[in-house]
């Protein structure tokens, strides 16, 4: 995928850093100076999502944001683990590679999962927390609309053949319409323009942790009985209200677990929150990581 060739540099004007992890290149963007803010992309998205983010903190601090193996600009094998321990993997050999301490971690939908699963690996490298919607521990039902996605065949055709995950979540995952414009539309779409580099969205799907038969579900309860290692961790949560899948019972648990954390619920932001609310998310962010 060629940034440049697209003519989307404008809205992605990042140099691109790649690690070697296991014979694949993760991709990752690594901008400014200062204190380290890591921005965990989730499903099916990548680096793309925090563009804005990147580009509001990086006079003041180093902003470092991985593509996950099959995800926006890394390598997309065909005969890989998509699981969510191999996540969390890669993402500490990130973290150790770049020699990372005090690190700020956020996390948005899969990424929430896959920050506090290293997190709770690595507490002492632990700053802050700033929480999208997301989840790091075991939750409701998954919303039929994503399990049918995930069927043997359907999921195949659907996901990969016709693109139909990362398609919906254009429409389903932004409120504010006028934001996804054809160019933005086309920088989510950008990394997943065939049936074999849509591999990692249906692997991301097939790991929802639904039951104990699927891989992630062990790994999720895991991160979750260790979420008290961070609990004394300054943490701020950025929260779109109209998020179909991570509802406000989400929210509620991510409250329970850090009570201290200071709370922004948008009541007309969706799932993609940083979409939607990015012009009012920066400031407080900046305020938060501004803070002694």
Not at 56 to 65: A, C, N, P
Not at 109 to 126: H, L, N, Y
Not at 184 to 192: D, E, M, S, T
Request: with cysteine; hydrophobic share 40%; proline share 5%.
């Amino acid at each position: 995928m060629d940034i440049d060739r697209a003519g989307l540099r404008h809205l992605y004007p990042f140099e691109s850093h790649y690690l070697d992890v296991d014979g694949q290149r993760l991709h990752y963007v690594d901008e400014g100076e200062g204190p380290p803010v890591v921005l965990v992309h989730g499903n099916p998205t990548w680096s793309f999502y925090f563009r804005e983010l990147v580009i509001g903190l990086r006079d003041s601090y180093r902003v470092i944001v991985p593509d996950h193996i099959g995800c926006g600009l890394s390598d997309k094998p065909q005969r890989y683990p998509y699981t969510l321990a191999t996540h969390i993997k890669n993402l500490r050999r990130l973290i150790e590679h770049l020699g990372l301490e005090s690190v700020t971690l956020a996390g948005h939908d899969w990424g929430g999962a896959i920050g506090m699963g290293w997190a709770v690996q690595e507490p002492d490298r632990v700053g802050r927390l700033v929480i999208f919607n997301a989840a790091a521990f075991l939750g409701g039902p998954t919303p039929l609309r994503i399990r049918v996605c995930g069927w043997p065949i359907l999921g195949t055709i659907g996901v990969r053949g016709l693109n139909l995950f990362a398609r919906a979540a254009l429409r389903i995952a932004c409120v504010k319409r006028d934001r996804m414009t054809r160019e933005v539309a086309r920088g989510y779409l950008l990394p997943y323009d065939s049936f074999a580099n849509r591999v990692a969205i249906l692997r991301f799907v097939e790991d929802i942790p639904r039951n104990p038969s699927v891989a992630s579900y062990a790994v999720m309860r895991e991160i979750e009985s260790r979420l008290e290692l961070l609990r004394d961790r300054r943490t701020i949560i950025f929260w779109g209200g109209r998020d179909f899948c991570f509802n406000d019972a989400f929210l509620s648990s991510w409250i329970e677990r850090f009570p201290q954390a200071c709370v922004h619920r948008f009541a007309d932001a969706g799932h993609y929150v940083v979409e939607d609310a990015h012009e009012r998310i920066l400031p407080l962010l900046r305020g938060f990581l501004d803070e002694d």
